[in-house]
Structure formats: structure tokens, C-alpha cells
């Protein structure tokens, strides 16, 4: 970003003495990472609509100066209900109390209906990992969460598990060259894909600021438990598919929306935690109810961030392929960390907030991963209306990063990856086998919400270096 001159301010507009410092130190301190061009719209756009920035975290203070107008106080005071609403528990013994606390203030907010909590759950931030909330034509942005739509995608590959000895270097390889981690950063050549040219990202300023960093990051992937994989898929009598039961060659990547769906959440979290007060243990989860301008917007951003999440893993998954010569048989993908607007059995439409959980209407297709030596879980869904047709997101965390990274050591990692006869490329031990759950216990829990169709082994993963 160049810096911006009193005189270019003036020509804007920005004639008071006040309000061009205040331009100048807030644009340098808060937006130095965008363009000179957006940061122009965006100043004109404040110049000519000063009221509709003074509730604005960071440029309230410019709006005030330019209309002489204090920060609005438009919002509405809640408690919490004196107990909380019904929510199903999946696998009880799995789950930390932590989670459990968390879901029950969840459930005690007065606009909470319904809620349940899947086997792999654990302490998150706001709604619980592995947490469902249903409520009515409100939606809470910290029960989605910061990674909007975060999914799980997995290619099955018209070759057979002996490819692997065949082709193990090529497939190293191409992780290595094709794939990019991290929170900053992208691929040497910029890919492309048509999320890009949407429409919607006019829609509102903050997506039109976002555009020029959502097409830096398609096709890569964030750190953490993101991954992308190469392993082998045994496809069971009787599957979905509608693939011969056998094993096959598969592709399985985890990964979200990346800067677009942290800065949507984090700028409508704010506008919601400004209308909607609430008691401190549960401020964050504070809502906009989707008839106002705000929760309109929000809506159209979460929506944006699936489409652009699932973007980037049809990207890493065509590029990754098409540098192997390798052809797909099918797919299978879905995310969580996002909110539906779903039909309940009374004809009630319901918001269904899945935070680390996945959808599984009946005949619904899904994967669940366990951790980067053990299995990975082809499923179809069971449509379980007391699970608010959800399943898990994967095995769970069984202890967190910092513990796991207190507690366990390079070399002990080095030596269960030998016993799985699994590569590892990149990766820590934040993210080693033993700091997650018995994937097939979290299976088990969740009988009644899956049917399983098929189990996926990893052999070779990429993750970040975290």
C-alpha cells in the first residue's frame, strides 16, 4: 500500500485536519495489506456514507468526525435461559466436559431450539467442536466459526493400490510441487477457477476487498489439521458408487476458505456482538437475525466461502491429477462449519448451524478421517432427525496442540509413520496420531446417524509445517 497524502484526502473529500490523521493512521495500522485502489473505494465510500461506518470497529472514529455523531447504541440486551434446551449426546464416554459445558450454554441461548453434540466432540471456541445448533431465522457467525465451510473432499482414482509401489516418488513429488500450506503464501503459477469471477463478490465492500486475496490462496490449503493425501480405498458391496467392491487408488484432501471465510467471520462477529449483547461467557456467540441488512450480508458471504472452499479443493484435486495423468471414478465432498437453512419434519424451517459436524440426510454421502496413520471412513447418512441429521467431521481430538506438542516427540511420530507405512510430508506433532481419538470407536458411537460404504488408509500425506 503507498501512502496517502492530506492533499489526495482533500481531493476525496477529507477537508477537516482531524479526520485526514485520523484517515492516515487508521488506514496504515488497519488495512496496510490492501490495495491503493480498494483503499480509495473504500474512503470515498466513506466520505459520501459517513453514518453507515460509525458503528465500524476501526473507522466509527472517522465517521464520527465527518457527521459530528457519536457511535449508534442500537442494540438489545439478552440472558441466558435459567436451563438449557434439549440436545442429543453421541458417544458420551468420547467427549471432554468441556464440550459438554460449552453445548449447554449454547443451548441456553434464548434463541437456541434444538442442538445436539457428535462423538468426536471437544473444547472449541464459542459453540463446541462437533457442536449442532438449530435456531429460527437467526444465525450466529461464532457458531460457524472461523473456517467457513471447511470440508473434506475424496477422489476415487481408476487405478488399484499397486500404483502406490509403482509411482511413489512421482506421487511425492507432486504433492510437494502441486500443493501449498500455510497461512500466507500461494502456488508458484496462479491457478483459475470461475468462484473468481462471481458476482457476488460485489455484492458487499468487504467482499469486494476480499476478491484480490481469495484468488492469491485458491487451491491452497491452511495449516493445522489440514491435509491433502494419497492413499488406498476399499469400496464395500453395495455402495453409493455403484463401483465394483474392490480396492482403489484415492485422493483426500481437508481445508476451507482460508483468508476469505476468517476475515467474513471475524467482521460479521463483531457487527453481531455490537447489536445483540450478551453475558461474557457467551458474548462471542451473539447473533444477527438473517431479516436485517447485516445478517442478509453475512449470508451471502458464508455462502460465498463454501462455494469458494469447495473451489479450492476441485482446483487441488484437477491439478494434482491432471500432473499424474490419473482419471476419476467418483467423488465425494462435504463440509462443516457452515450454517443450511433446512425443512424439519413439522414444516418448520430451521437454521442448522454444523461447527466441526457434517450433514447426513438420509442417503447423504460423506468422509470422516481418523488421523494421518489410521483410517478414513466412507459413509452415507441415515437422516437421525434427533442428530439434526448430522455426523462427525472426523475422529476428534483427544488432547490439544499445545498438550500434544508438550507431550510427544519427533522421533516418536517418525516411528508410527513407520509402523503405518506412511510418508509424511511436512506435518508435527501437534497433529501426531496418538493426540486424536479411536477413529473406529467414533464410528461405533454414531451408528444409528451413518452406514459405512468403505474405509480409506493414508499412505502418503502433505501438511503444514507448523
Same mark, same amino acid.
Not at 72 to 85: I, R
Not at 178 to 186: K, L, P, R, Y
Not at 239 to 268: E, Q, V
Not at 321 to 350: P, R, T, Y
Given at each position: 500500500m503507498r501512502n496517502l497524502k492530506t492533499k489526495e484526502l482533500s481531493k476525496m473529500g477529507y477537508t477537516n485536519d482531524k479526520a485526514r490523521s485520523l484517515v492516515i493512521n487508521i488506514i496504515a495500522k488497519h488495512f496496510k495489506h490492501h490495495s491503493a485502489t480498494s483503499i480509495t473505494e473504500l474512503l470515498t465510500h466513506i466520505i459520501n456514507n459517513p453514518e453507515n461506518y460509525l458503528d465500524h470497529e476501526h473507522l466509527g472514529k472517522i465517521a464520527e468526525t465527518l457527521t459530528g455523531k457519536t457511535k449508534s447504541h442500537d442494540f438489545e440486551a439478552y440472558s441466558l435461559l435459567t436451563a438449557p434446551g434439549p440436545y442429543k449426546v453421541y458417544g458420551n464416554k468420547e467427549i471432554d466436559t468441556g464440550a @459438554? @459445558? *460449552?453445548m449447554e450454554l449454547a443451548m441456553s441461548l434464548p434463541v437456541s431450539i434444538q442442538g445436539a453434540l457428535m462423538p468426536d466432540a471437544h473444547t472449541g471456541y464459542g459453540l463446541p467442536i462437533g457442536g449442532v445448533l438449530a435456531t429460527e431465522n437467526v444465525i450466529i457467525p461464532y457458531a460457524i466459526g472461523v473456517d467457513i465451510g471447511c470440508r473434506m473432499s475424496l477422489s476415487i482414482i481408476d487405478e488399484s493400490a499397486s500404483f502406490f509401489n509403482r509411482y511413489s516418488h512421482q506421487l511425492k513429488l507432486a504433492l510437494k510441487n502441486q500443493t501449498h500450506f500455510g497461512m500466507e503464501g500461494s502456488l508458484d503459477i496462479l491457478p483459475y477457477h470461475e &468462484?473468481?469471477?462471481?458476482?457476488?463478490?460485489?455484492e458487499t465492500e468487504l467482499l469486494r476487498r476480499l476478491q484480490g486475496k481469495a484468488a492469491r490462496q485458491l487451491g491452497t490449503s491452511g495449516s493445522g489439521n489440514h491435509f491433502v493425501e494419497f492413499g488406498e480405498i476399499e469400496l464395500f458391496e453395495n455402495n453409493s458408487m455403484k463401483l465394483p467392491a474392490k480396492k482403489y487408488m484415492a485422493l483426500l484432501s481437508h481445508s476451507g476458505?482460508? =483468508?476469505? $471465510?476468517?476475515?467474513?467471520? $471475524?467482521?460479521y462477529t463483531q457487527i453481531a456482538m455490537e447489536k445483540c449483547r450478551l453475558p461474557r461467557e457467551v458474548h462471542k456467540l451473539a447473533w444477527l437475525d438473517l431479516d436485517t441488512e447485516a445478517g442478509q450480508e453475512y449470508w451471502i458471504g458464508m455462502n460465498l466461502a463454501g462455494e469458494y472452499a469447495k473451489a479450492c479443493?476441485?482446483? &487441488?484435486? *484437477?491439478?494434482?491429477?491432471?500432473?499424474? =495423468?490419473? *482419471?476419476?471414478?467418483?467423488?465425494?465432498?462435504?463440509?462443516?462449519?457452515?450454517?443450511?437453512?433446512?425443512? /424439519? /419434519?413439522? $414444516?418448520?424451517?430451521? %437454521? %442448522?448451524?454444523?461447527? =466441526?459436524?457434517?450433514p447426513a440426510h438420509q442417503g447423504e454421502m460423506g468422509i470422516i478421517p481418523g488421523s494421518m496413520t489410521t483410517a478414513a471412513y466412507l459413509v452415507s447418512g441415515k437422516g437421525a432427525a434427533s442428530s439434526l441429521n448430522s455426523a462427525s467431521h472426523g475422529a476428534g481430538r483427544a488432547m490439544s496442540r499445545t498438550k500434544a506438542k508438550q507431550n510427544m516427540t519427533a522421533s516418536a511420530l517418525k516411528k508410527v509413520l513407520s509402523n503405518a507405512g506412511v510418508t509424511l510430508i511436512g506435518g508435527s506433532v501437534e497433529e501426531s496420531p496418538m493426540a486424536y481419538k479411536d477413529i473406529d470407536r467414533i464410528i461405533n458411537a454414531q451408528k444409528d446417524l451413518i452406514e459405512v460404504e468403505g474405509q480409506f488408509l493414508p499412505r502418503i500425506v502433505r501438511m503444514n509445517k507448523d
Amino acid at each position: 500500500m503507498r501512502n496517502l497524502k492530506t492533499k489526495e484526502l482533500s481531493k476525496m473529500g477529507y477537508t477537516n485536519d482531524k479526520a485526514r490523521s485520523l484517515v492516515i493512521n487508521i488506514i496504515a495500522k488497519h488495512f496496510k495489506h490492501h490495495s491503493a485502489t480498494s483503499i480509495t473505494e473504500l474512503l470515498t465510500h466513506i466520505i459520501n456514507n459517513p453514518e453507515n461506518y460509525l458503528d465500524h470497529e476501526h473507522l466509527g472514529k472517522i465517521a464520527e468526525t465527518l457527521t459530528g455523531k457519536t457511535k449508534s447504541h442500537d442494540f438489545e440486551a439478552y440472558s441466558l435461559l435459567t436451563a438449557p434446551g434439549p440436545y442429543k449426546v453421541y458417544g458420551n464416554k468420547e467427549i471432554d466436559t468441556g464440550a @459438554k @459445558k *460449552q453445548m449447554e450454554l449454547a443451548m441456553s441461548l434464548p434463541v437456541s431450539i434444538q442442538g445436539a453434540l457428535m462423538p468426536d466432540a471437544h473444547t472449541g471456541y464459542g459453540l463446541p467442536i462437533g457442536g449442532v445448533l438449530a435456531t429460527e431465522n437467526v444465525i450466529i457467525p461464532y457458531a460457524i466459526g472461523v473456517d467457513i465451510g471447511c470440508r473434506m473432499s475424496l477422489s476415487i482414482i481408476d487405478e488399484s493400490a499397486s500404483f502406490f509401489n509403482r509411482y511413489s516418488h512421482q506421487l511425492k513429488l507432486a504433492l510437494k510441487n502441486q500443493t501449498h500450506f500455510g497461512m500466507e503464501g500461494s502456488l508458484d503459477i496462479l491457478p483459475y477457477h470461475e &468462484i473468481l469471477d462471481s458476482p457476488v463478490f460485489k455484492e458487499t465492500e468487504l467482499l469486494r476487498r476480499l476478491q484480490g486475496k481469495a484468488a492469491r490462496q485458491l487451491g491452497t490449503s491452511g495449516s493445522g489439521n489440514h491435509f491433502v493425501e494419497f492413499g488406498e480405498i476399499e469400496l464395500f458391496e453395495n455402495n453409493s458408487m455403484k463401483l465394483p467392491a474392490k480396492k482403489y487408488m484415492a485422493l483426500l484432501s481437508h481445508s476451507g476458505s482460508r =483468508g476469505l $471465510g476468517a476475515n467474513i467471520a $471475524g467482521h460479521y462477529t463483531q457487527i453481531a456482538m455490537e447489536k445483540c449483547r450478551l453475558p461474557r461467557e457467551v458474548h462471542k456467540l451473539a447473533w444477527l437475525d438473517l431479516d436485517t441488512e447485516a445478517g442478509q450480508e453475512y449470508w451471502i458471504g458464508m455462502n460465498l466461502a463454501g462455494e469458494y472452499a469447495k473451489a479450492c479443493h476441485d482446483t &487441488i484435486h *484437477q491439478t494434482l491429477l491432471k500432473s499424474l =495423468g490419473l *482419471q476419476v471414478l467418483a467423488n465425494v465432498e462435504n463440509h462443516h462449519n457452515f450454517a443450511w437453512k433446512e425443512q /424439519q /419434519q413439522d $414444516g418448520k424451517e430451521l %437454521i %442448522i448451524h454444523r461447527k =466441526g459436524a457434517t450433514p447426513a440426510h438420509q442417503g447423504e454421502m460423506g468422509i470422516i478421517p481418523g488421523s494421518m496413520t489410521t483410517a478414513a471412513y466412507l459413509v452415507s447418512g441415515k437422516g437421525a432427525a434427533s442428530s439434526l441429521n448430522s455426523a462427525s467431521h472426523g475422529a476428534g481430538r483427544a488432547m490439544s496442540r499445545t498438550k500434544a506438542k508438550q507431550n510427544m516427540t519427533a522421533s516418536a511420530l517418525k516411528k508410527v509413520l513407520s509402523n503405518a507405512g506412511v510418508t509424511l510430508i511436512g506435518g508435527s506433532v501437534e497433529e501426531s496420531p496418538m493426540a486424536y481419538k479411536d477413529i473406529d470407536r467414533i464410528i461405533n458411537a454414531q451408528k444409528d446417524l451413518i452406514e459405512v460404504e468403505g474405509q480409506f488408509l493414508p499412505r502418503i500425506v502433505r501438511m503444514n509445517k507448523d
